[in-house]
């Protein structure tokens, strides 16, 4: 009997990666992005060109996916930032290209991947942000604005895998999201590691492994009763 087939968008790097890396433990995973990975493909990973806004080629990666075996899985993992600005200086081109991957993206991979997840169900994890939470991309608000146009990316993921989870319940298929804080990678640059972990209640940034662990928890049967809820993986910055 196959193993089931899984979709991680943005897995070709950080979180996306991470994600990737655990669930080939369990799926024949398709690592849905739009540049290969820098590293070797684990074993039972395939590599699927994908951007996100374009429905055709999430559509073929869903169908790629279903190859593989029956899909399971689906996590949504692609996502850009950009520098902070104040609201006011918000160029419209940038807000529209962050909601577009961000949050229209998200909605895109749901839409396809849906329809070929029902009965016997599965799961969808949507990577949020502590920002769609906060409306700060940061610890703090500074000169440079929230990054308004992320933060509202991330709430609207957020209310997304609420109202899939309500609407997919009916077909056993389970939405939740994980909610990041700061965690290393290419997203916060390195200089400025050290001052927020000195304001981080655990003492440290997180690592991508450790929102895998999160996601691979939501994808999996330990996680059957568990629908619409945001995993918050922050070392202690946001408590709610």
Not at 167 to 188: K, Q
Request: aromatic letters at 4%; glycine letters at 8%.
């Amino acid at each position: 009997m196959s193993r089931p087939s899984a979709i991680v968008t943005g897995g070709a790097s950080n979180i996306g990666w991470a994600v990737a890396r655990h669930l080939s433990a369990t799926h024949q995973v398709c690592v849905a992005d739009i540049a290969e990975p820098a590293d070797p493909l684990p074993a039972g990973c395939e590599y699927i060109r994908c951007d996100v806004t374009d429905p055709a080629q999430v559509q073929a990666a869903v169908q790629a996916a279903q190859r593989r075996g029956p899909l399971q899985s689906v996590v949504h993992s692609a996502a850009i930032t950009q520098p902070a600005v104040p609201i006011m200086s918000l160029a419209m081109a940038d807000w529209r290209r962050v909601i577009d991957i961000n949050l229209t993206g998200a909605f895109v991979v749901c839409q396809a991947a849906a329809p070929a997840m029902q009965r016997p169900g599965g799961a969808i994890v949507l990577i949020s942000s502590r920002a769609g939470k906060t409306g700060v991309a940061a610890l703090n608000v500074s000169e440079q604005g929230t990054k308004a146009h992320y933060c509202a990316s991330k709430a609207g993921v957020i209310s997304l895998a609420k109202s899939l989870a309500l609407e997919l319940a009916r077909e056993g298929v389970r939405v939740n999201a994980v909610a990041p804080g700061s965690i290393e990678g290419a997203m916060i640059p390195r200089e400025q590691w050290s001052a927020l972990a000195s304001r981080i209640p655990l003492g440290r940034l997180g690592h991508a492994d450790e929102v895998a662990k999160a996601v691979r928890f939501l994808c999996s049967s330990d996680a059957d009763y568990i629908t619409g809820h945001v995993l918050d993986v922050n070392g202690g910055t946001l408590m709610d």
